[in-house]
Every structure is written in C-alpha cells, then in structure tokens.
C-alpha cells in the first residue's frame, strides 16, 4: 500500500496539470476572439433552424469593430464597436442602436475558469480538423443535471474558435456554431466593416437602458433562495426600478463560476399579467411564478430544472 501512495499522488497531480493545460486553451480563444482579426463564415444550429452568417472582426487603436450579417432569411445587419451596437432590419424598415449588446454568437467565459472546476470535468479531448485548419478540441462536462456541457475545437496556431457545441446534461446538442470558411490575420478593408444597408426611408430608434436604473437602500436581499445546485452562489444584488410606474425590483445573481442565473422579485398590482411556468428560446430557460403577491422570473443559460429549482424555492429573507 505505502508503494501506492506515490503513484496515486502523480496521478493526481497529472490529471491537475491536464485541467491546467485545458484552461490554457480556453483562456487563449477568449482572447483570440478579441484581439485577432478575421473574417468568416459560419452555420448558427439553434432552436431547429439553421441560420447562416458571416462575420467580420477587427482591432484597432480605436478598440474592436465588427459586422455581423445575416446570410439567409432576412437580410438584416448588426454592427457593434465599443460604444455602440447597431442593428439593421430591412423587414420592417427599422434601425434600432443602443449600448446593450445582444447576446453573440460565439460563448464568453470567465477569465478564471478554476473556480468551475468542482462542478466541471474541464478536459483536453484530442485533435481534429475543423474549417481547414488542425484544431485542439476543449470539453467541459458538467458533473449533474443542472448545467451544460461546452465542447470547443480551438486553431492550435492562433487559438482562434472554430467551432463551439452546447449540450444538455444528457449529451443531447442545444446549440452549434461552425465556421465553413475563415481567414484568421488577414487584411481587412474599411469598406467590409460599412452596412451594405445604408438605412435611408428605414424609422431610427434610440434604445433605452433595459438593465433598469439601480436604486438606494440595495445593498442587502429582501428574498432569499433556499435551494441552488450545488456550486451556485450569490455574486451580485441590486434593486431597480424596471419600469417608470412600478416599485424597485430586486435583482440577484447566482454563479457556479461558468453558468449565470438572474433572479428577479417585483411587486404587481395586477396578477392577471403575471408569468408563469417555464419557456424556452434555445439555450436560455426561464421560469416565472407569483408569490406572495410578486412575481418571481428566474433566467438563465441553465438546464429547466435549474430555474425551476430556484424559483420554487425563493422565499422572503428573514
């Protein structure tokens, strides 16, 4: 047994040092898909359709610019830098510019990926080909039912993301993105970054600032939630005011160092407009109910029974 004790403890270290290894990866695509220029063409698989896309991106001294266009359905635009998004929609002659940025294309982790090792399998799962480059494939697999799995095949020269899958805890895909063609590094005219829409006759709008505007006395929850998935904890609180003509609305996130939910309690004269039970759109669940006289929604890039388990379990502090 004593000769054991050895061999165990580099075993160990060794599958610690693989997990180091594919965090290293992971840390370089997110930055890859920062700093690097590139121009692309990818498939989008979402919610049973296909939908096709280019995208172009670019660094400058000036920050990132890039133009998202869609290739099929309708032939709309989305060009975003680092103050503004703008977002053409040639169906109903609209353009819609605002400061939020909707939720893109390709996934954003966290810079400290460590933290998720305890509810992630985070492994280096070989070599493949992707798009014509040679490509190191990334797996996180979540280690229960209340999370998704991430799997991601990274250019092993640039680091650049070729292809990202998402998957429910029984293995089943959610959603796929894949480059058909892509030029990583190559030279980018300014003309490729102009709306090919130039938005003349189309009904400009000015987004407000859907985040809601925080209000005081926010610094401690007046609701508490009793069940989260084992890894979730409270990492940001505040009360806003969503809408001009109601109450502050109490704000919580939980994080498992990967995955967010978003916790929202606001009061409703009016149950009769209430949410409730869940609903869908690809990867993101949401569940709403009322309780007490509020109305509780729970949102997130998690599994049903992960929002399910915590707007049930959301009671007053105290």
Not at 1 to 15: E, K, S, W
Not at 239 to 251: F, L, P
Not at 287 to 292: K, S
Request: with cysteine.
């Amino acid at each position: 047994m004593t000769r054991l004790v050895p061999l165990l403890l580099l075993a160990v270290a060794g599958q610690a040092a693989a997990q180091d290894n594919a965090r290293q990866w992971l840390d370089e695509m997110s930055s890859a898909l920062q700093t690097l220029d590139y121009d692309g063409t990818f498939v989008y698989l979402h919610d049973g359709r296909l939908d096709a896309m280019r995208i172009i991106h670019q660094v400058s001294e000036g920050g990132q610019r890039e133009r998202l266009v869609s290739l099929t359905g309708s032939a709309r635009e989305v060009l975003r830098d680092d103050k503004a998004v703008t977002c053409i929609k040639p169906d109903n002659k609209s353009v819609m510019v605002g400061k939020s940025r909707p939720r893109p294309p390709f996934p954003v982790l966290p810079r400290d990926l460590g933290k998720a090792s305890r509810n992630y399998q985070i492994e280096d799962a070989g070599d493949d080909r992707m798009a014509g480059y040679n490509a190191r494939v990334i797996a996180i697999t979540p280690k229960d039912e209340f999370r998704y799995g991430y799997r991601f095949w990274i250019e092993q020269n640039t680091r650049m993301l070729l292809k990202y899958d998402l998957s429910a805890p029984d293995g089943k895909p959610i959603e796929q993105v894949m480059f058909t063609r892509l030029g990583i590094g190559a030279d980018i005219p300014p003309s490729e970054l102009q709306p090919s829409l130039t938005g003349d006759g189309y009904t400009w709008h000015r987004q407000a600032d859907v985040r809601g505007t925080p209000v005081a006395d926010s610094d401690k929850p007046g609701w508490q939630v009793k069940q989260l998935p084992d890894g979730f904890k409270l990492t940001n609180y505040q009360k806003k005011r969503m809408r001009e003509d109601a109450e502050a609305a109490e704000h919580m996130v939980f994080s498992d160092g990967l995955a967010t939910v978003s916790v929202y309690v606001e009061k409703r004269k009016q149950q009769d407009d209430s949410l409730n039970g869940l609903s869908t759109m690809g990867a993101m669940n949401a569940y709403g109910l009322m309780v007490d006289g509020y109305q509780v929604m729970v949102v997130g890039e998690v599994p049903p029974a992960t929002v399910r388990m915590i707007a049930h379990s959301l009671s007053r502090a105290g």
